[in-house]
């Protein structure tokens, strides 16, 4: 039997998985993670921490597929724009077809019923006759919030089922993939286990799936392949995390859940979106070991009386600049340098003012993160800050309140991409049998199609078993 390794199980590799689960290869999973059951929340949500340890935990660093595992919010319709870039290699409709089957999978596993946020065409009218008016552009989307808290009980069941079918994979947690190297047409792949390292082994394999995330995409870059492939530098998102009064968002909130808004900066046309709205939801750190982030999510059953969401400024760059992430990140640990090693908030209206916030004491919106009061401006580029002040002001008509002085900004909220990675329309690269999926490709940004990538994956896969014939690549990275 022909053997193939799949390197990763988040949600790309999962939905891969799930696609090989009973075909005639055998498959093995490599993940640094402890098996699923294993994997637990945030131990700051759960009120077991108050700060986050100095080394990243599982729970955000390579260990743990993020998304599906905090917050878990699903966009389930094909569009240009959102959640990745895999409508441009697959068109609409079997972009469609295949986040319609990541859907029924969730909801098949969901330990109870978890409701499809779906604007109506009264919603719609709303949103675009608001949007429209404060400048800015409304992009349609219909998603699945599952929640933090039923993140655990889904993953685990849609694993159960892939156990289930597939006699044919060989399971190897806490297991780090070193190195994937060609050997003539095969792969050969170096391992050891990640927490008690020393026991490093190789194995060769004839197809490779890898699904390593975002977390692995400085892994990738050092790989042995790496320089055959096809590539273009990718882009990065610096930004803020908006934490505002829920009262300010409800009318958008109980509508959408989480309209996308598009605007382009009167400024620098830069285009600012927003990203990750978390009504009654909560701020929390992302620890990189390096430098520390902040995100949000939001739960079921626990909730806050704010809103949290990112206001993004997407950059791509050209020649002769070749290192975005060393870019983003540079600016996320400046921002740490500045707080004394973790997330800086300010008040908006000090940000306008160009003063430091000092104190959040008697602050009309009260912060669900505790994060150093300071001043965000002695960090991030100028153009960068006018394009989020642009956009909030731009939000106040469609919110009122949102962009008000107390209003509460936290940093460093960056996000760089990997370089783009050329492949066919079954996420192949041009090196033959060998596939990339999920983040780590670039062409996906959330769990949707990135588990959708994986399904993408798992059947050229299938075909390849079936024809034998390698197939063309027909898609190449913009
Ligand atoms: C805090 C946070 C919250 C998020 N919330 C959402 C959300 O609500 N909705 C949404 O759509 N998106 C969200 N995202 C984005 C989402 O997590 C990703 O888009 C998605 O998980 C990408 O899936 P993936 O399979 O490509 O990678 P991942 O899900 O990151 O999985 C990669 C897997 O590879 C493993 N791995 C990495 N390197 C190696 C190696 N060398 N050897 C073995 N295993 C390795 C990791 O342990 C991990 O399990 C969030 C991201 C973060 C950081």
Redesign the pocket.
């Known amino acids: 039997m022909q053997k193939l390794a799949l390197?990763?199980?988040?949600?790309?590799?999962?939905f891969a998985l799930k696609e090989l689960a009973g075909a005639d290869v055998e498959v093995h999973v490599?993940?640094?993670?402890p098996t699923y059951e294993k994997r637990y929340a945030c131990p700051i949500d759960q009120g077991k921490l108050e700060v986050c340890p100095p080394k990243a935990c599982?729970y955000?660093a390579?260990?743990?597929?993020?998304?599906?595992w905090?917050?878990?919010?699903?966009?389930l319709s094909a569009s240009p724009v959102i959640?990745g870039r895999l409508y441009d290699l697959i068109g609409e409709q079997e972009l469609q077809k295949r986040l319609d089957i990541v859907r029924s999978t969730i909801l098949t596993h969901a330990p109870c019923e978890i409701p499809v946020v779906k604007p109506n065409a009264e919603d719609l009218e709303w949103i675009k006759k608001r949007a429209t008016m404060a400048g800015m552009v409304y992009h349609y989307q219909e998603l699945l919030h599952c929640g933090s808290d039923n993140a655990p009980a889904i993953n685990t069941s849609i694993l159960e089922e892939i156990k289930a079918k597939g006699p044919n994979i060989i399971f190897h947690w806490d297991?780090?993939?070193?190195s994937v190297s060609r050997r003539s047409e095969h792969f050969a792949l170096t391992?050891d286990r990640?927490r008690k390292p020393g026991e490093e082994q190789e194995d060769i394999f004839d197809y490779c799936i890898i699904?390593?995330?975002?977390?692995?995409a400085a892994?990738l870059t050092q790989q042995e392949f790496y320089k055959a492939l096809d590539i273009y530098p990718g882009q990065v998102d610096i930004g803020i995390r908006v934490e505002t009064s829920s009262y300010f968002t409800e009318e958008v909130d109980k509508r959408f859940y989480e309209p996308k808004l598009y605007y382009r900066s009167k400024h620098s046309n830069d285009v600012v979106r927003n990203f990750?709205s978390n009504p009654k939801g909560f701020v929390?750190p992302?620890n990189h070991r390096e430098y520390v982030l902040v995100?949000g999510?939001s739960k079921m059953y626990e909730k806050s009386e704010n809103n949290n969401f990112a206001v993004l400024v997407s950059k791509t760059f050209t020649r002769p600049f070749k290192d975005p992430q060393m870019y983003s990140q540079t600016i996320a640990k400046i921002v740490n340098m500045l707080a004394g090693g973790g997330p800086l908030v300010q008040r908006l209206g000090d940000l306008r003012a160009g003063r430091r916030t000092k104190s959040l004491t008697n602050n009309l919106i009260k912060p669900t993160l505790e994060a150093e009061c300071g001043d965000i401006s002695l960090a991030y580029p100028h153009r960068i800050l006018e394009g989020i002040v642009e956009y909030l002001d731009a939000l106040d008509k469609i919110c009122p309140g949102v962009a008000g002085e107390s209003t509460l900004l936290y940093a460093p909220e960056c996000k760089s991409y990997p370089d783009s990675i050329s492949v066919n329309k079954n996420m192949e690269t041009n090196v033959p049998n060998l596939f990339i999926?999920?983040?780590?490709?670039s062409w996906?940004?959330?769990?949707?199609q990135?588990?959708t990538?994986?399904i993408l994956a798992g059947e050229g896969v299938r075909q390849k078993l079936k024809t034998a014939v390698p197939s063309k690549i027909v898609a190449v990275a913009k």
């Open positions: 390197v990763g199980l988040g949600a790309s590799g999962l490599f993940d640094v993670g599982s955000c390579p260990g743990q597929s993020a998304g599906s905090n917050d878990f919010k699903v966009i959640g297991s780090k993939v070193l391992f990640y699904s390593v995330g975002r977390g692995g892994w990750c929390t992302e995100n999510h999926v999920g983040d780590s490709s996906t940004r959330g769990v949707g990135a588990a990538s994986g």
